[in-house]
């Protein structure tokens, strides 16, 4: 009688960890990324928040103040140049577009979107 191996080999263990393993890196490496943008949406929400019912605001006030969000936050990408504050009808809207890439390994990077918009009435 012969006695049967039971189990994965090595390379069934390569197959199964390698992918795993890429996926955790790939993880890993967008994590800045995404609390960058949680960053940016919290100073837009904060600001909108701030000049809620203000007949007052204008797209210079409404920079000024996320600039200073930005700084309290240390966001240094977007920029707040690239940040568009637009008047729609009776409100303001503060929208943040942009794209940021996070390198994977070798020349593959991951590029990420992100596009917030806020409403100031």
Do not use: C, H
């Amino acid at each position: 009688m012969r006695n049967r191996q039971r189990g994965v080999t090595a390379i069934g263990w390569m197959f199964l960890l390698v992918p795993i393993a890429v996926v955790g890196y790939a993880g890993i490496r967008l994590t800045p990324v995404y609390l960058n943008y949680m960053k940016v949406a919290r100073a837009l929400e904060q600001t909108a928040n701030d000049f809620q019912d203000d007949q007052s605001a204008t797209a210079q006030t409404l920079r000024y103040s996320l600039e200073k969000r930005f700084d309290v936050e240390s966001v240094s990408y977007p920029e707040i140049k690239d940040i568009i504050v637009k008047r729609e009808g009776r409100a303001w809207i503060m929208q943040a577009t942009y794209e940021d890439v996070a390198p994977l390994f070798a020349n593959i990077s991951l590029l990420v979107s992100f596009d917030r918009r806020v409403e100031v009435r």
